[in-house]
């Protein structure tokens, strides 16, 4: 759609070319009332009221001015061929008509219209050249040449808009899953992980007031000793809940990032943890980079959570274009036996559900291996 600046131009134009064609045909021929001067004058009067309807165009009332526009445009050719205005000394405005009519058609209209009214005013042109004068001829075929270029890479500009516009749907509707299932994933883990041990802190005091109406104070004392060390157990929950939101550092080395986070892990829960950066580096995609980490966070908080583990290994590297990632801990192990790919997992319904997201959503791969009793081994490999 043109700016409504761009259509007003075009407007003061047409009465400009209107009001100039009227005065010229007053200067060398008679004034007195006839077609011709009933048709000028109803072609200013129209081009004056077309101001005020600016506001309400269409696309059949911009079809209808054109037709006009190409209409007067061989009225008045005719008119300089029958010697009414005088030839050539109006050639001149014949081109000026020429002029505006493709350019009015190559800017508000689409590639076909303005091929058209391109091959129809030079057709008027040849028509109506008097005297085998051809320079409104010459006129019609450049300007009408320049206006089927232009409508062409409109045609170009509109269609990579309009990829422009599906792509930016397209990644709106991305980053709205994307949210969707991060909302989801930090509900699930809140609802696992904090909210678990609120409603255990709850009801371990309610065990303590009957205690202690009962009188059973030593019994109360237990209590809350063990409640206190629930409480601890729930700062580490909270501490790793609240890492598994944060975002990546920024400025930092995806390297030195994990490597800082198992840092922050092995200080925040006393598990011993090691960390093995290899000969990795950063992939050339970003969108990889903050993948990569929320897998490893993931890896971490559930090593906190569920295995029981008092010590873990990870080693992250490069190997054939691709990011190989191994977590290995001497916990309590998944409720499973064995070892499973991806396919498997999702089949039998296994496995950690977000870990396995996002490695999906990267295209890689996961094997997952668990010895109840004894730990548990996970392999990610990742392309890059």
């Not at 089927?148 to 516009?165: E, P």
């Not at 990569?292 to 080693?315: C, D, F, P, W, Y």
Request: aromatic residues 8%.
């Amino acid at each position: 759609m043109v700016p409504y600046r761009g259509r007003l131009a075009l407007r003061i134009a047409r009465i400009a070319l209107a009001v100039a064609c009227l005065a010229w045909y007053a200067r060398v021929a008679d004034v007195r009332f006839s077609s011709i001067l009933a048709v000028l004058l109803a072609y200013v009067a129209y081009s004056i009221g077309a101001i005020f309807e600016l506001r309400l165009d269409s696309p059949s009332r911009a079809q209808i001015a054109l037709i006009a526009d190409t209409a007067f445009f061989g009225f008045w050719n005719w008119m300089a061929a029958t010697g009414w205005v005088g030839w050539p000394s109006s050639g001149w405005m014949s081109a000026l008509l020429c002029g505006y009519v493709v350019a009015s058609a190559a800017v508000l209209h689409d590639q076909f219209r303005t091929i058209v009214v391109a091959a129809v005013l030079t057709l008027l042109a040849v028509l109506f050249a008097p005297h085998n004068e051809m320079p409104v001829v010459w006129t019609a075929l450049a300007a009408g040449g320049i206006a089927v270029g232009f409508s062409y890479h409109k045609r170009y500009l509109d269609r990579r808009l309009s990829n422009t516009l599906r792509h930016n749907v397209i990644i709106r509707s991305q980053a709205q899953g994307a949210r969707e299932a991060e909302r989801e994933r930090i509900a699930a883990d809140f609802h696992d992980g904090p909210l678990q041990n609120f409603i255990s802190f709850q009801m371990r005091l309610e065990i303590i007031k009957k205690l202690l109406g009962r009188g059973d104070q030593a019994t109360a004392v237990e209590e809350l000793r063990q409640l206190q060390d629930l409480c601890k157990t729930q700062v580490g929950e909270l501490r790793g809940f609240v890492r598994s939101m944060r975002p990546a550092d920024e400025g930092v080395t995806l390297p030195a990032s994990l490597s800082r986070m198992v840092d922050q892990f092995q200080r925040d829960t006393g598990i011993t943890a090691t960390f093995s950066g290899g000969d990795l580096h950063d992939p050339a995609d970003t969108e990889t980079s903050l993948e990569l980490i929320q897998i490893i966070r993931e890896t971490l908080n559930n090593v906190q959570k569920h295995s029981g583990a008092t010590r873990m290994a990870l080693s992250v590297g490069m190997r054939d274009h691709r990011i190989e990632i191994k977590a290995e801990d001497n916990g309590s192990g998944f409720p499973f036996s064995g070892a499973f790919t991806l396919d498997e997992l999702e089949l039998l319904r296994l496995g950690p559900v977000s870990i396995k997201r996002r490695v999906r959503m990267l295209g890689g791969e996961l094997q997952l291996e668990s010895r109840p009793g004894r730990g548990a081994s996970m392999q990610i490999r990742i392309p890059v």
